[in-house]
């Protein structure tokens, strides 16, 4: 199937109109944005979440636990975590090839993406929070407690 078809499909699904600009449409799923990326060429889509913003301080836990989940997609399903340079932000994505993806496994793939947004914004919100505490109390590392459960983000 192609991707114009699969994001069409998805949009009808969901009961919203995806309007496409400049081969990129974005909606809202439980409070966080997510964009949708029309790469034809290749027949491929990439879909990407906004994660929120690093805490100012005290990066290092946070780039550990990221680079980690990172590693051969152990704690991300598939999905990678990045920082984007323009804005900042951590930002979560995943590519989908559309020869390989019906409307129910790229419905499917949209659903988990989602449910890992919702996790690692979660999660970095705690660092930034456990961040401000630290620096409240003048301590020279992270709580501690923020950490990834078993298996990241993978629950559906």
Same mark, same amino acid.
């Given at each position: 199937?192609?991707?114009?078809?699969?994001? *069409?499909?998805?949009?009808?699904k969901?009961?919203?109109?995806?309007a496409? +600009?400049?081969?990129?449409?974005a909606f +809202?799923?439980?409070?966080?944005?997510?964009?949708?990326?029309?790469?034809? +060429?290749?027949?491929?889509i990439?879909?990407?979440?906004?994660?929120? +913003?690093?805490?100012p301080e005290?990066?290092?836990?946070?780039y550990?636990t990221?680079l980690e989940a990172n590693?051969?997609? *152990?704690e991300?399903?598939?999905?990678?975590?990045?920082?984007?340079?323009?804005?900042?932000?951590?930002?979560?994505?995943?590519?989908?090839?559309?020869?390989?993806t019906?409307?129910?496994?790229?419905?499917?793939?949209?659903?988990r993406f989602?449910?890992?947004?919702e996790?690692w914004?979660?999660?970095?919100?705690?660092?930034?929070?456990?961040?401000?505490?630290?620096?409240?109390?003048?301590?020279?590392?992270?709580?501690?407690?923020?950490?990834l459960g078993?298996?990241?983000?993978?629950?559906?």
């Open positions: 199937m192609n991707s114009q078809d699969l994001i *069409r499909h998805f949009g009808e969901l009961g919203i109109d995806l496409f +600009e400049d081969g990129s449409c +809202e799923a439980d409070g966080s944005l997510i964009a949708i990326h029309d790469l034809p +060429e290749i027949d491929t990439v879909i990407s979440g906004d994660l929120g +913003e690093p805490p005290r990066l290092e836990n946070l550990k990221l590693y051969l997609f *152990r991300t399903s598939g999905s990678t975590i990045s920082l984007d340079p323009e804005t900042g932000r951590f930002s979560l994505c995943r590519v989908v090839l559309c020869q390989v019906d409307d129910d496994s790229f419905f499917d793939a949209v659903e989602v449910n890992g947004v996790s914004s979660r999660l970095i919100g705690d660092f930034r929070s456990a961040a401000s505490a630290a620096a409240d109390d003048d301590k020279d590392t992270p709580s501690a407690d923020v950490q078993t298996g990241g983000f993978m629950s559906v």
